[in-house]
């Protein structure tokens, strides 16, 4: 089984239109970051718009990613959902598909209670055909995965890691020495980017970057450079992935970050930039300032190779 490490992008979600895939745009991206040497693929994440795509749309994602990559990277596929039934067929189109493991956040909507969730969990593992990855996203859930639920699921050996999101350095630390204490190989990722670091030097094993769909290799040199202890290399390229953020501001809604990732990969030429209900694409002004931030980032080369004046 391949361990959980390294940079992992949550690979945006191309779309064609309402209920199809941009599966050239699709290509473009994942040839990209292939070649830009990740460590793996998520798709169906939060950056992926896994929850606002009907199931029909989800499995093909999922197909046409597998297919691909023609298992040059390992697969995760995100299964979130409200409905455990779906969660588990769409585990099993994975499975079939090839996926090294599936991801998981609590189901959203009802606010379920910590031994509520301890039950969801229990009932996905007695019928999901894949390793499992626990997902701690409250932002979105609404719910955490307390440091109490990790440790009832860390000794399963179909539990194969947990990827982070809540922001929270004290609790990715908590989980860190947890998984130190009772599983040491036990991986631990961090979703928001700028944390790379900082996690890393917390027991970390790597990062779900959504900003690597656009400068994949941005981040897997920092992850180089953080895990090989260059110090001056990686201040440097932290501040290339500071500066990376003020993409991330153009929005005025918490969906920025989605359409600025989105816009960029349509200005440089990679894929779509139309997203799922309930957003819009960025219009003329928004889509104006992608392009001149673009012409502006203080590290080009890191960009895919396209026009970027275009608006």
């Known amino acids: 089984m391949h361990?959980?490490?390294?940079?992992?992008?949550?690979?945006?979600?191309?779309?064609?239109?309402?209920?199809?895939?941009?599966?050239?745009?699709?290509?473009?991206?994942?040839?990209?970051?292939?070649?830009?040497?990740v460590h793996g693929i998520f798709v169906l994440g939060t950056t992926g718009e896994g929850p606002s795509l009907s199931h029909r749309l989800r499995a093909e994602v999922v197909r046409l990613t597998a297919r691909l990559l023609r298992g040059r990277?390992?697969?995760?596929?995100?299964?979130?959902?409200?409905?455990?039934?779906?969660?588990?067929?769409?585990?099993?189109?994975?499975?079939?598909?090839?996926?090294?493991?599936?991801?998981?956040?609590?189901?959203?909507?009802?606010?379920?209670?910590?031994?509520?969730?301890?039950?969801?969990?229990?009932?996905?593992?007695?019928?999901?055909?894949?390793?499992?990855v626990l997902y701690n996203m409250p932002g979105c859930t609404k719910i955490a995965i307390e440091p109490e639920t990790v440790a009832a699921f860390i000794g399963h050996d179909r539990v194969i890691g947990l990827k982070d999101s809540s922001g929270d350095l004290a609790y990715f630390e908590n989980i860190t020495r947890l998984a130190a204490r009772e599983r040491p190989d036990w991986p631990v990722l961090v979703g928001p980017e700028h944390l790379l670091a900082a996690t890393l030097a917390l027991g970390g094993t790597g990062g779900v970057a959504g900003g690597a769909n656009l400068?994949?290799?941005?981040?897997?040199?920092?992850?180089?450079?953080?895990?090989?202890?260059?110090?001056?290399?990686a201040a440097e390229l932290h501040r290339q992935v500071t500066d990376l953020?003020?993409?991330?501001?153009?929005?005025?809604?918490?969906?920025?970050?989605?359409?600025?990732?989105?816009?960029?990969?349509?200005?440089?030429?990679?894929?779509?930039?139309?997203?799922?209900?309930?957003?819009?694409?960025?219009?003329?002004?928004?889509?104006?300032?992608?392009?001149?931030?673009?012409?502006?980032?203080?590290?080009?080369?890191?960009?895919?190779?396209?026009?970027?004046?275009?608006?």
Do not use: M, N
């Open 245 to 311: 953020q003020r993409l991330y501001t153009i929005g005025k809604y918490g969906s920025a970050f989605l359409k600025g990732v989105k816009c960029a990969l349509e200005l440089t030429g990679i894929c779509s930039g139309r997203l799922a209900a309930p957003f819009d694409a960025f219009y003329a002004p928004e889509r104006t300032r992608v392009s001149a931030w673009l012409a502006e980032f203080s590290a080009p080369h890191w960009l895919p190779v396209a026009e970027t004046a275009a608006i």
């Open 73 to 132: 990277l390992p697969l995760y596929v995100g299964i979130t959902d409200t409905s455990l039934v779906e969660a588990v067929d769409l585990g099993r189109v994975a499975a079939d598909a090839g996926a090294a493991a599936v991801v998981a956040a609590p189901p959203f909507y009802f606010p379920a209670g910590q031994t509520e969730l301890r039950h969801w969990f229990d009932c996905l593992l007695g019928d999901l055909p894949l390793p499992l």
């Open 215 to 233: 400068v994949p290799g941005l981040f897997v040199a920092w992850f180089d450079a953080i895990r090989s202890g260059d110090t001056v290399g």
């Open 3 to 37: 361990r959980l490490h390294g940079i992992i992008p949550p690979i945006v979600t191309p779309l064609a239109s309402r209920d199809a895939i941009d599966e050239v745009g699709l290509e473009r991206l994942v040839e990209r970051l292939v070649a830009a040497g």
